[in-house]
């Protein structure tokens, strides 16, 4: 996703907080919105938040981003949790577990905060709204074009957070879309639990194995970095 694509959703999140939270479209300089992340420390939030601060400024709020510094589903819960106890005039949040995020999601709700999901949802709970991509189309537009790439034969592996509901949807769009194309087999799905290092590990050890692979479809941010890193290293 480009840079000016996560300002844009950040922003669009943090706009949407004023019809949420605001029955006229001024705001007060005192209004704090908190974004909470997967994992603060990858280039895609970074942007992300850069794309928040623009906004506050430009509304006259404040604004902060939060949340773990590796894939903690756990630790987000607990920053979030710690949000909603700072009493902020919205969260927004990007969900790792939809089920162990929901309770709390409705929680705050129930306080009167709203709370708007970005780029991974919680469907089930009673957040303000979703903002973000059409996980399912992501999925399957990548995997049309490595078909067309590959030609329609190959072996692929997939790098992905399994379990985490938006990298489950662009899974499902991959393979959905891979059954058009018999000759392209995925031979193996790594979890790389939103860590370049992980990747790049896991890849580097499928290339000294010498396995046949043809293509990587990396389906978060972190995957796409680790495995090219890897690829540059052993090809």
Request: net charge neutral; hydrophobic share 45%.
């Amino acid at each position: 996703m480009k840079s000016n694509r996560i300002g844009v959703v950040a922003a669009a999140a943090l706009a949407s907080f004023g019809l949420a939270a605001c029955q006229t479209p001024y705001h007060d300089q005192e209004e704090r919105y908190v974004f909470v992340a997967s994992n603060v420390n990858i280039p895609y939030w970074q942007e992300a938040q850069a794309g928040l601060t623009d906004a506050a400024k430009q509304m006259g709020v404040k604004a902060e981003m939060t949340g773990p510094d590796k894939f903690d589903p756990q630790a987000q819960l607990d920053a979030f949790q710690k949000a909603v106890a700072s009493k902020p005039a919205g969260i927004m949040i990007s969900v790792t577990r939809p089920e162990l995020l929901q309770d709390a999601i409705n929680a705050a709700i129930a306080q009167g905060i709203p709370v708007i999901t970005v780029d991974s949802d919680a469907p089930n709970s009673k957040r303000v709204m979703f903002v973000g991509t059409d996980n399912l189309r992501a999925g399957s537009e990548s995997a049309k074009r490595m078909a067309d790439i590959l030609k329609g034969q190959g072996q692929v592996v997939i790098v992905s957070v399994p379990g985490q509901l938006n990298m489950d949807q662009r899974a499902q769009g991959v393979n959905d879309t891979l059954k058009k194309y018999p000759g392209i087999k995925i031979v193996q799905t790594i979890d790389d639990k939103g860590d370049p290092r992980v990747a790049n590990d896991s890849v580097s050890a499928l290339l000294k194995a010498k396995a046949k692979i043809d293509g990587i479809i990396c389906l978060e941010a972190s995957g796409g970095s680790g495995a090219a890193e890897a690829l540059h290293r052993w090809i």
